[in-house]
């Protein structure tokens, strides 16, 4: 089935250890994009790529990279995990960068 | 700053009763416009969009939406919820040929359905 899989479904890290969420999508979409998800505040974009081999930051980047080597994946790194990047956080890919996104099924993350 | 404000955070409806969330935008120019829904436990799955053409959109489930450009708004409605109509609503926007990066998104709106 066509879509979008994550990474590991939830997590409980401990601050200042490295985290790979993982996303993957079997669309050929050439946009992926990653979001986190807090109450109150709804989606704020984190980093997306427009095709392969490039990236670029979103409203909230700082303590999160990406990178995209393939159509395919784009995870997310926190290389050094603190409480307040307690969040879901949710990959997504589009066509192209102003198409429809479609969102996977999220990553619960919580940073003690 | 540019923003997607949605002013109802909370609603709660009886079934039967109609519907209608407040998005409004504060972009100039052209732009892409999108409610997406989360229902509980789930993933964002897209309810509607607009690119262009007639301002009256019809999406899934009997939602609509309309456009009104004067008032920068895309507003959401529907006639007469449902108990599985309980999730939450957002709005969403892109401006089209810009080489904006992706959605901005509203704060939400968490819509409560009572049998």
């Known amino acids: 089935i066509a879509g979008i899989t994550q990474a590991p479904t939830s997590q409980i890290l401990a601050a200042g250890r490295r985290m790979t969420l993982r996303c993957t999508q079997d669309?050929?979409?050439?946009?992926m994009y990653w979001y986190r998800q807090d109450l109150g505040l709804g989606l704020r974009l984190i980093h997306y790529s427009n095709t392969a081999g490039t990236t670029g930051k979103g409203e909230v980047p700082d303590g999160y990279s990406v990178s995209r080597a393939n159509t395919d994946d784009f995870p997310l790194t926190l290389a050094s995990a603190v409480p307040s990047q307690t969040s879901v956080y949710f990959c997504a890919s589009s066509k192209e960068i102003t198409d429809t996104q479609y969102f996977g099924p999220g990553t619960r993350l919580t940073v003690l | 700053a540019q923003s997607v404000s949605q002013h109802n955070h909370h609603v709660i409806l009886s079934e039967a009763a109609s519907l209608e969330l407040g998005c409004n935008y504060s972009?100039?120019?052209?732009?892409?416009l999108f409610w997406y829904v989360q229902y509980p436990g789930q993933h964002l799955q897209l309810l509607l969009k607009y690119f262009s053409g007639d301002p009256l959109v019809k999406g899934i489930k009997g939602f609509e939406a309309e456009f009104i450009k004067s008032k920068f708004s895309f507003n959401l409605r529907k006639p007469s919820v449902q108990w599985s109509d309980t999730a939450e609503y957002f709005c969403?926007?892109?401006?089209?040929?810009?080489?904006?990066?992706?959605?901005?998104f509203g704060s939400g709106t968490r819509l409560q359905v009572q049998p």
């Open positions: 669309m050929r979409h050439n946009a």
């Open positions: 972009y100039g120019g052209t732009v892409n």
């Open positions: 969403a926007v892109t401006p089209p040929g810009t080489g904006r990066r992706a959605l901005t």
